[in-house]
């Protein structure tokens, strides 16, 4: 037998005014999809507990079988783990975006985020950036003082790891859930390192506002890469072994550092597929071959597809659609005619982690439609994939950590 996990991030959302009140879901085209949820198990779930902001981090820990009321200390130590970065006590670690904010004669913090990722900027100029920045004399002087280091990590999503770090109170916003709002009250608040954070941050705008490489991206008619943004602290963290847990060995094919963390803080290999971006340019032909040759050797793969995610942030509504297609075309079709070509029989199991609304481009925690499909076709929902249908059945979880159960039978 062989299990398969692909994972939509943020495909679920509410219906959506511009599309007659539908979801990207319901008007994608997707009817490889759609077919697996007809002949499949359908259902609803809950992947982000209350007790957390709604996000990737907790939900992809859940959907793995991780419990964040038990094993979540923070978003940052969980992307650290997928570049091999070891927190010892007293580090704190976080996410450090590259943002655009606003341009103008305003103060800085009167600037509001235009985006999360500094337009979707490329890695060699991101990376170029933020490692320039921590060599200016300025802000290099501050991180020597405030005892943190950059770790680039191609793309928008870099990491800091700040020593001897009290963070009891801290307050970090994620930039993505409030696109278009005034930095201001947004500010690192709540202790002593969040002063620093605050600090380093208006420092790198001194720095990153007029740098030539931003000046081409507004020539270019790109936002400019104009900022810094702290955000996802946390500590140390260890998760469970996820072959004592489910008696199954495999891989987890991402782009995104959180999920590959999390894999290999499970004792699951992440290996990156070249070509990735987290972005819908991202190499979906690359991603496809990876996990089939894991499926060929292993008896379970995951596959997690970021687009839908960054599109609704990013204010994509026909590219979120198109990624929803793509992944059902590109992805989950050839695999699947791969798995059954094989002749061994199989489960594959398809969700979104959590809905990313295009209504206000943020997180959002409610239940999103999970499908599982077994070649042996033991259940018929006869519905298409979507929330409406999802919840339409009557099967409902409450809890993300039990969809791996029902995969794998247990």
């Not at 341009?103 to 985020?113: A, E, H, V």
């Not at 501050?142 to 109170?169: C, T």
């Not at 594959?348 to 295009?358: A, E, P, W």
């Amino acid at each position: 037998m062989k299990y398969l996990l692909i994972i939509g991030d943020g495909m679920a959302d509410n219906p959506v005014p511009a599309l007659g009140d539908k979801t990207p879901l319901e008007v994608a085209d997707k009817p490889f999809i759609d077919e697996l949820s007809r002949r499949g198990t359908l259902g609803s779930v809950v992947n982000c507990p209350k007790e957390f902001e709604p996000g990737s981090a907790t939900a992809i820990m859940s959907i793995f079988g991780a419990s964040p009321l038990a094993y979540y200390h923070g978003r940052g130590p969980l992307e650290a783990a997928a570049q091999g970065i070891s927190l010892s006590d007293g580090d704190m670690a976080c996410r450090c975006n590259m943002v655009a904010l606003e341009d103008g004669d305003m103060p800085y913090d009167q600037r509001r985020i235009l985006s999360h990722s500094a337009g979707s900027i490329d890695g060699p100029t991101s990376d170029a950036l933020v490692t320039q920045l921590w060599a200016s004399p300025e802000f290099a002087a501050l991180a020597r003082e405030y005892d943190i280091e950059i770790n680039p990590g191609s793309s928008f999503r870099h990491f800091a790891v700040m020593h001897h770090a009290d963070i009891a109170g801290i307050s970090l916003i994620p930039p993505h859930d409030h696109l278009g709002e005034v930095i201001g009250p947004l500010a690192p608040s709540g202790c002593a390192v969040a002063e620093k954070l605050g600090r380093l941050q208006e420092a790198a705008f001194r720095f990153l506002d007029h740098h030539p490489l931003n000046e081409a991206r507004r020539a270019a008619g790109k936002l400019p890469a104009n900022g810094i943004w702290f955000w996802a602290e946390g500590t140390a963290a260890l998760l469970p072994d996820f072959a004592e847990k489910y008696g199954h060995t495999g891989e987890v094919v991402s782009a995104v550092p959180l999920v590959r963390g999390i894999a290999r803080l499970s004792g699951l290999p992440a290996p990156l597929v070249e070509g990735v971006t987290g972005e819908i340019d991202t190499n979906w032909d690359g991603k496809c071959q990876k996990t089939i040759e894991i499926l060929s050797r292993c008896d379970f793969a995951a596959l997690h597809i970021e687009a839908p995610d960054e599109c609704t942030h990013n204010g994509d509504t026909p590219g979120k659609i198109q990624s929803i297609s793509w992944l059902s075309s590109r992805e989950t079709e050839p695999i699947v005619e791969y798995l059954r070509s094989t002749g061994e029989d199989f489960r594959v199991l398809i969700l979104s982690d959590h809905k990313t609304l295009t209504s206000n481009r943020a997180h959002d925690g409610s239940p999103v439609p999970f499908l599982v499909y077994d070649s042996r076709e033991r259940e018929r929902s006869g519905l298409s994939y979507t929330e409406k249908n999802g919840l339409k059945t009557g099967l409902f979880l409450p809890d993300g950590t039990a969809l791996l159960d029902i995969l794998f039978e247990k």
